[in-house]
T-cell receptor
Framework: TQLLEQSPQFLSIQEGENLTVYCNSS?????LQWYRQEPGEGPVLLVT?????EVKKLKRLTFQFGDARKDSSLHITAAQPGDTGLYLC????????????FGSGTRLSIRP | DAGVTQSPTHLIKTRGQQVTLRCSPI?????VSWYQQVLGQGPQFIFQ???????GRGNFPDRFSARQFPNYSSELNVNALLLGDSALYLC?????????????FGPGTRLTVL
């Protein structure tokens, strides 16, 4: 059983469309991160959110941490082919700060 | 500056064999973490080392062990390999163990167990 559930698992959309990826848990996290991973490479950190209700923007990407610190979302506006990749959410719990728990990932494909 | 490096990039072993994977952190980083990423899943935490001491351990059997050297590089050892150990093994380095420290991942070692 995954502690962090991501949805959808796969998403294929046309260039220019908007999309939202969700990361949900029944556990509370001290912080939550989003990574993007491309084939043959390790994950690359996009953002860290630490405050319940926090919203962070990175160009066309908007990240939100749930008020209860149990969930997060990633919204991409006007998706581009360069956004293609595996998006992973990862959280740290108060009880185990050294252990990062990853979600199962959302594989995103943007069609030109 | 060089990022996190891992060797080898690919490895093929047979069941029952032993394997050693290597990781060199970013210069100045004292913490190294290891993750296992099975195809189609997110990475799973195996170990974290800081200043040569184990600071965290995930839910992996004792067949998995690791160590960190004085130069902060690290090795991950897996004994008595099983088919299910086939995965991408990722190493990540950070300045310390504080939650605010960003982890930088290497490209991984792809292990195939036949």
């Amino acid at each position: 059983t995954q502690l962090l559930e991501q949805s959808p698992q796969f998403l294929s959309i046309q260039e220019g469309e908007n999309l939202t990826v969700y990361c949900n848990s029944s556990s509370v996290f001290s912080s939550l991160q989003w990574y993007r991973q491309e084939p043959g490479e390790g994950p690359v950190l996009l953002v860290t959110v630490v405050t319940g209700g926090e919203v962070k923007k990175l160009k066309r990407l908007t990240f939100q941490f749930g008020d209860a610190r149990k969930d997060s979302s990633l919204h991409i506006t006007a998706a581009q082919p360069g956004d293609t990749g595996l998006y992973l959410c990862a959280g740290k719990r108060y009880s185990s700060a050294s252990k990062i728990i990853f979600g199962s990932g959302t594989r995103l494909s943007i069609r030109p | 500056d060089a990022g996190v490096t891992q060797s080898p990039t690919h490895l093929i072993k047979t069941r029952g064999q032993q394997v050693t994977l290597r990781c060199s952190p970013i210069s100045g980083h004292k913490s190294v973490s290891w993750y296992q990423q099975v195809l189609g899943q997110g990475p799973q935490f195996i170990f974290q080392y800081y200043e040569k001491e184990e600071r965290g351990r995930g839910n992996f059997p004792d067949r998995f062990s690791a160590r960190q050297f004085p130069n902060y590089s690290s090795e991950l050892n897996v004994n008595a390999l099983l088919l299910g150990d086939s995965a991408l093994y990722l190493c990540a380095s950070s300045l310390g163990t504080d939650g605010g420290n960003e982890q930088f991942f290497g490209p991984g070692t792809r292990l195939t167990v036949l």
